[in-house]
């Protein structure tokens, strides 16, 4: 690459000796994947100015079989180049200088010089066709966090533009009283506020998990599995929902290796034997297809389409089906000139093969929100077989590999256009929500749920789309459209037909909201119905502003059931003092206020009873494993001094992780673990047989728990039940109905958890569910 320009030597007061705002001189594993170690930078051999004057830093070398730190830069200008070859790369240029200077002798845990990885992050958005802006923020975009040097030095340096984008990027202080779950979901807040600015934040912030990831061997097994879950979880959904494919799928195809490594490799090794006949299957269908196309006038460019092997794995949980059966592992996509030749294509496709019932998707007629457009089907194509096929212009297929990253494509001399705005309207209205949400880890669950899940598209009665998260009802439609409109609804219809308002929305459903011109407002029943977090907030809000009194008496039966539906505690065992501590952590002053933000909804019980101590924050969130056969229930726990002892849990209880555990020595059986409010515990005379126990961290294992849930008895009662179960991803082992003479029912289930945090927010979402009376876990 072209060497920095030198310039005057910097002021004594600004070597990094003398500088005031440092940071330590190690640094720890990093959550994100990005791990580093060894010396900071600023020392050795100078090897150019980064802008200010002559560098002391050494230049790091890779390992022998590797390329050098130039040879790295060189290839990402050329990068850069290849997308506008007039383009000004001095810049560029300067921000490597800096990242290696900054960085000095760090290394990742792989051994790699640490600027490798901020050089990579860089290398993929380059290949996206990103402008050199945002290429200069990911050189950078460890600095502030990782290095001597400040947010400010990179602003002096490379502009206010660049630092704003760095900002965005870097994670909260590690020195922060939260929690580390509750540190993960401020870092992820912080990213999207940033993004709402800025979508380029999240650009950078993909390619930098995208380079963690495709690096992440060389961390500990359980720092690959707490990473790869989130990656899972938010960031392969985000680049999905931006549209940017190539991203999404290796951030998905990675984190599945390491969450599911078994099945990976199995099917893996299935499309790895099926290679030479899937490929010959492909060619022969194009053989056939392409002279149907020419003879018709139409031009078209006919591939196989890639396998994604963590695609084929979700295809095949959600329609239950075997590796064979599922359409899209034989795929060709046809790239066309214009739109019409789509649809001329598409009626060749049709005529050649017979379509498959209910696999037919326009996606160019209604494009998705990500900006992505096709025509996707589904044929009974050669030899019997199915096929899928996507047909879609260039420049339509462009956008799809890139999606919101096409309008960041560096234009000489300004920003890319942005016309894409509007189809960023979901995060608008997600940052007009973050604003009334204390809780950062309520934030992040409602990313999930509004964001991240499938979604519907509706009409409006003019025509209008509306997309709304799948389960969607009237009342979240009818809050999207306005909140006034929200406030005033009394009714609801469908494709011109009246329905309830906790009618599940459908793809094309026209939807009509019926409303009253009088002074009305929600009922309270409403939170139990909507879906979004936006309507949620909304009805919230105006519960808000009514009465204190009324809201502080809501608050405190809803702290009160949640507290109980766990079978712990209740308000007055927790007491005054300890309720006052915790309200304060929520930045109120009195308990009284704590309970009124409860009342209205500002505070979400769950995050409420994690703070109080009754559950251990550290295992509140634990992942979901998928069931099987399991040993007596004796691993993830551990005898505090002993060591590895055997363990067995009591009966009569059944803890879970996160619930308060008080070990009892049996003779001859080890050490028996109990709830600490278990009643063997509590009435036990033998407190020398008591023993300290704690649950290990993160527990690989499920555990069957009892619930019980009261109801007026209604056709599809338990259908609903299990259908909510299914959707947290919990496993129902066993389940019975008994219906009292005064038409209540009792369904007692055992549901297969990993958490208590798990068990509460099925609970919750049971307790949701029309007609349910109560749910709790079951201790009879």
């Not at 990993?754 to 079951?778: F, H, P, T, W, Y």
């Amino acid at each position: 690459m072209v060497a920095p320009r030198t310039r005057a030597e910097r002021p004594a007061d600004s070597t990094p000796s003398s500088r005031s705002n440092r940071k330590g001189s190690r640094r720890a594993a990093a959550d994100d994947g990005s791990p580093a170690k060894g010396a900071r930078g600023g020392n050795g051999a100078a090897i150019g100015d980064g802008g200010r004057g002559p560098v002391k830093a050494a230049v790091p070398i890779l390992e022998p079989a590797g390329p050098s730190i130039d040879q790295l830069a060189n290839h990402l200008i050329a990068a850069i180049k290849r997308h506008d070859p007039d383009v000004d790369v001095g810049d560029v240029e300067r921000a490597v200088a800096f990242a290696v200077e900054a960085h000095g002798q760090q290394q990742r845990a792989s051994g790699e010089p640490y600027v490798t990885h901020p050089i990579a992050s860089a290398q993929i958005l380059a290949d996206l066709g990103i402008d050199p802006i945002a290429i200069q923020a990911a050189l950078l975009h460890d600095v502030p966090e990782d290095t001597e040097f400040s947010l400010s030095d990179v602003e002096e340096r490379f502009g206010t533009e660049v630092a704003q984008l760095v900002d965005g990027v870097t994670k909260l202080s590690k020195f922060s009283t939260l929690s580390h779950e509750q540190q993960q979901a401020e870092n992820i807040r912080k990213m999207f506020l940033a993004m709402a600015e800025d979508i380029r934040v999240v650009l950078i912030k993909l390619a930098d998990r995208l380079h963690n990831m495709r690096t992440l061997a060389a961390l500990p097994a359980d720092k690959q599995v707490r990473i790869a879950r989130q990656t899972i979880e938010i960031y392969a959904p985000l680049a999905e929902r931006l549209g940017i494919w190539q991203i999404k799928w290796e951030l998905e195809d990675l984190a599945f290796k390491i969450l599911e490594p078994v099945r990976f490799r199995e099917l893996a090794k299935l499309l790895d034997t099926r290679r030479k006949g899937r490929e010959s299957y492909i060619e022969r269908a194009i053989g056939e297809l392409r002279p149907r196309l020419e003879a018709a006038g139409i031009k078209a460019d006919l591939q196989g389409r890639p396998k994604h092997i963590y695609s084929i794995w979700k295809k095949m949980q959600r329609k239950g089906a075997e590796f064979g059966e599922i359409y899209d592992v034989y795929a060709i996509r046809i790239l066309v000139d214009e739109v019409r030749d789509c649809y001329a294509a598409l009626g060749i496709v049709h005529s050649l093969w017979r379509p498959i019932p209910g696999q037919f998707d326009d996606y160019i007629a209604v494009p998705k929100n990500n900006l992505y457009q096709s025509l996707h089907t589904a044929v009974i194509a050669l030899d019997g077989k199915p096929l899928e096929i996507q047909i879609r212009t260039h420049a339509m297929h462009q956008v799809s590999e890139v999606g919101i990253a096409a309008h960041w494509r560096y234009k000489e001399g300004s920003k890319a256009e942005r016309d894409y705005d509007a189809k960023l309207a979901w995060l608008r209205q997600l940052m007009d929500w973050q604003r009334d949400v204390s809780d950062a880890t309520e934030f992040v669950e409602g990313v999930k749920l509004d964001i991240f899940q499938d979604q519907v598209f509706v009409f409006t009665p003019r025509g209008d789309i509306k997309d709304l998260p799948a389960g969607a009802t009237p009342l979240d439609f009818a809050y999207r459209i306005h909140t006034d409109v929200g406030h005033r609804t009394i009714g609801a219809k469908v494709n011109n037909r009246l329905v309830p308002l906790d009618y599940r929305l459908k793809n094309g459903d026209i939807v009509e909201i019926v409303t009253t011109r009088a002074d009305h407002g929600p009922s309270r029943d409403w939170l139990n119905l909507v879906r979004t977090s936006h309507a949620r907030e909304k009805i919230r809000q105006w519960f808000k502003r009514q009465e204190r009194d009324e809201n502080i008496v809501h608050g405190r039966e809803s702290l009160d059931r949640e507290l109980r539906r766990l079978a712990r505690t209740s308000i007055s065992a927790v007491g005054q003092d300890k309720l006052l501590e915790v309200a304060r952590q929520f930045n109120h002053d009195t308990v009284e206020d704590f309970l009124a933000a409860i009342g209205y909804g500002a505070i979400g019980t769950q995050s409420v009873v994690m703070r109080l101590g009754v559950v251990d924050d550290s295992q509140a969130t634990l992942p979901t494993v998928a069931p099987a056969p399991l040993p007596a229930r004796a691993g993830g726990v551990r005898v505090k001094g002993v060591g590895d002892l055997l363990c067995r849990f009591g009966k009569c209880c059944n803890p879970i992780p996160g619930d308060p555990i008080q070990g009892f020595i049996t003779r001859g059986k080890g050490v028996t673990v109990h709830l600490r409010t278990c009643p063997t515990i509590i009435n036990e005379r033998e407190v020398s047989r008591l023993i300290d126990v704690e649950w290990e961290a993160a527990p690989q294992q499920t555990y069957p728990i009892a619930v019980r849930v009261e109801a007026f008895d209604r056709t599809g009662l338990l259908s609903d039940i299990t259908q909510v179960v299914a959707e947290a991803k919990v496993n129902i082992l066993a389940a019975n109905v008994s219906v009292g003479p005064d038409h209540t029912a009792l369904v007692r289930a055992t549901l297969q958890v990993s958490s208590v945090s798990q068990l509460a927010r099925v609970l919750g979402r049971i307790e949701q569910l029309k007609d349910v009376i109560a749910v709790s876990r079951d201790l009879s």
